[in-house]
């Protein structure tokens, strides 16, 4: 029997798999970065939903058709959905910044004062999942107005609880790992849960038909 050398092993793939994913790893931590300039670009409050916006897109196209400008396309995705996407997002922030600030005092409120940290709690979980259903609605063609992108973003998490407690849980999932593991944080700490919640919302919406896949 001749031995196998290795040069003969054919692995089909493995390269450009490898080389895919470490693409994919690359421009996840340049979205994270650029995410945050998104946010204080836009003054917190009317910056995060429309960086959420840009890193959804260009982390949605990365393993068909990656980016090879990412600092020019996110720029340009950012301003084309910046009015739309802070008209929904700023309600959305300002109400999650206050019950951060309400769950700050709570923390150290004795008696049934307590009690009050649960419902704080369930409105800014609900706020965030409403803003990863409104971010692919945003990528759509047709603007629909703030007030109409709310009201869908919150109707389908509201009657789709399963994809809802999937969000949490991500989210959930995504703080333990930053707490234990700091440095992916830093590295992906905003733009790999927040690729993977809106990637999931996107789907339940073309489930249920309120979002239409354009290529369909």
Known sequence: MQPVDDADIDLPGWGGTVMGWLRVATQLVALNILW???LLAGLVVCGALPAGCAVHELARRSRRD??????????????????????VGAPLVTVTLLGGVDLGILSHARGALVALLIPVIVICIMCVVVACYAIP????????????????????AVASPLTTIGLVVTAAAAGAV?????LLEVLVGVSLPLTAMTLLTRERLLHTGVLVDPSA
């Open 36 to 38: 945050w300039l998104g």
């Open 66 to 87: 990656p980016s090879m400008h990412l600092w020019r396309d996110f720029w340009r995705i950012y301003r084309e959905s910046f009015r739309p996407a802070a008209g």
């Open 137 to 156: 609605l945003l990528g759509a063609t047709d603007d629909l107005g703030a007030r109409e992108t709310l009201r869908r973003a919150a109707g389908v």
């Open 178 to 182: 930053a707490w234990c593991w700091p």
